[in-house]
């Protein structure tokens, strides 16, 4: 069961794609290579340095950084490709025994040579300590890994997963090197040895700094010589002020649309600063525990999928910063469809919420409450679940209203069934629609709401777990979306867009972020004037 995932804070994640204003650096500008350091700032923390801990969008990003994994993703790719390793497939027709052949030469940033005892080391670690913050919990399939000789590793797996080369692609696959880290415990220093591009010089609560690896083989190709991460711990303001003064080049993750907008609109700041736009894998979902005394009732879930208004509140609360989802799987990933807006339609209709209720035998209003926790997913939130209340309570339907809590408190009550409607978004770990309704709907589901069916965690997920042309399994998850749509678990609500904001000099923005999630520090440049 996953735990701790790395769950969104706001309405930003993945890919870049369109330039909103002129002057951020693309083209030809954008593979220039200077002497430069660049400086990102971003609200997200870096919750772990050890990839047997860490499961969240900031601690990934050092990951993705700092060490390799055998596959990786290349920028706008959704299928992986070899980077530590030099070629990797299935061995078998199953698709339980994936093996790899490493690149002759590698080695950690602390000159220990990278060999496959490492890898099998780095897995065998992971699945031992299974830290509930970690990882671990993304390798169900993984049953034992060989390290048969010094360039070879051979993952044989519990059943089949074609899934597995994107899971070892993400964060979650990052190779640690024996003679550094324990192999009963986490590493607790700050410190972090791996292979990649960047090495970690330093780490604190406000800051990391990293600097160029040396003796890194693989397919990056670094544009700076440096990165400083400056954490700005969810203050957008200072985040902004930041930005604005040339106190950091880029703003990643943290800016809402107030200060985008305020930063358009800013002349003495429109050519020192441009916007890029793009959409993102990132989504939100408003879940229903199954088994509530209110929402139990499959027609009271049924009347919220009617009256829920997504263009409003896109327009009204997030200010066209996210677009409206009516899919399990978002757009962009193999396997989307529009199940729920073909079940309840794209505009409200206080009429079919009346009827659903009414064929559920309920005659009165529904006395409801929202849950919601800032902490996690920005403040925005808290306005979104009034509105969403005040669109149900005047229909005439409902008497609703939003309780605000701790995050802590939060997955608390939720993992203990205290509440009956509350709000979870998703960052996906490899860009699948596996990774966007396994975990949803298969065992032990991280939605902690009680729902279980049958069809799709005996049939579904597991046939199309096993299917290794993707394409191929389009049919089995739409039918999947089907099923949730009639059922409702859950029901989506926005698809996330991006927005990264860069000072005039720097380069590479439209390269760093795509459906795979992986912030690429080497694709960044800087003019150095």
């Not at 890898?119 to 299974?130: P, S, Y």
């Not at 693989?218 to 002020?241: C, S, W, Y």
């Not at 809590?405 to 978004?425: L, M, N, Q, T």
């Not at 960052?427 to 729902?451: C, I, K, M, Q, R």
Request: proline share 6%.
């Amino acid at each position: 069961m996953k735990r701790h995932h790395r769950w969104p804070v706001r309405p930003a994640s993945a890919a870049l794609a369109a330039v909103l204003l002129a002057g951020c650096g693309t083209g030809e500008e954008s593979a220039q290579s200077t002497d430069s350091e660049v400086v990102v700032g971003m609200t997200d923390d870096v919750l772990a340095t050890d990839p047997a801990s860490g499961y969240d969008p900031g601690s990934w990003l050092l990951f993705n950084n700092v060490f390799q994994s055998l596959l990786s993703f290349p920028r706008g790719a959704i299928e992986p490709e070899p980077e530590a390793a030099e070629e990797c497939h299935f061995a078998d027709q199953k698709a339980q025994v994936f093996q790899c052949t490493l690149r002759e030469g590698l080695e950690f940033s602390n000159g220990d040579p990278f060999t496959s005892e490492d890898v099998k080391f780095t897995f065998d670690r992971m699945l031992k300590i299974d830290d509930p913050s970690g990882p671990a919990v993304m390798f169900a399939s993984l049953d034992e890994v060989e390290a048969p000789e010094e360039t070879k590793v051979v993952f044989r797996l519990k059943f089949p997963d074609a899934t597995f080369p994107s899971k070892i692609a993400s964060g979650a696959g990052s190779i640690v090197p024996r003679g550094e880290y324990p192999a009963d415990k986490l590493r607790e220093d700050g410190k972090a040895v791996g292979s990649g591009p960047y090495r970690l010089d330093s780490f604190d609560d406000d800051e990391a700094v990293f600097s160029l690896n040396e003796g890194y083989k693989g397919t990056a190709q670094t544009r700076n010589e440096g990165v400083t991460l400056k954490l700005f711990h969810g203050d957008r303001t200072h985040l902004k002020d930041a930005l604005t003064k040339g106190e950091v080049d880029v703003a990643y993750r943290g800016l809402s649309a107030g200060d985008i907008a305020d930063i358009e609109e800013s002349a003495d700041r429109h050519e020192e600063i441009s916007v890029l736009e793009g959409s993102s894998a990132e989504v939100q979902h408003l879940v229903f525990n199954v088994k509530d005394p209110v929402v139990g009732n499959p027609g009271v879930r049924k009347a919220i999928a009617y009256l829920l208004d997504r263009e409003a509140l896109i327009d009204q609360v997030y200010e066209q910063t996210a677009t409206p989802l009516y899919s399990i799987v978002p757009a962009g990933i193999n396997g989307h469809n529009t199940a729920f807006f073909d079940t309840y339609g794209g505009k409200p209709s206080k009429a079919a919420a009346r009827q659903a209720l009414t064929e559920a035998g309920v005659t009165s209003k529904v006395k409801l409450t929202l849950w919601s926790t800032p902490d996690r997913y920005g403040p925005s939130t808290d306005q979104e679940f009034e509105a969403i209340a005040k669109q149900l309570n005047d229909s005439g339907l409902f008497q609703a209203d939003v309780k605000s809590v701790k995050f802590d408190r939060y997955e608390k009550d939720i993992a203990d069934g205290k509440y009956g409607v509350y709000v979870k978004g998703w960052v996906p770990d490899y860009p699948d629609p596996e990774n966007f309704t396994a975990p949803f709907f298969g065992e032990g589901n991280v939605l902690s709401n009680n729902y279980e069916n049958k069809t799709i965690t005996e049939d579904l997920i597991p046939s199309t777990g096993a299917q290794r042309e993707r394409a191929s399994t389009t049919r089995d998850y739409g039918e999947l979306q089907d099923i949730v749509a009639e059922e409702l678990p859950l029901l989506p609500i926005w698809q996330a867009k991006q927005y990264a904001v860069v000072r005039d000099g720097v380069y590479g923005l439209e390269k760093c972020l795509d459906a795979s999630t992986v912030f690429r520090f080497w694709e960044i440049s800087k003019d150095g004037s």
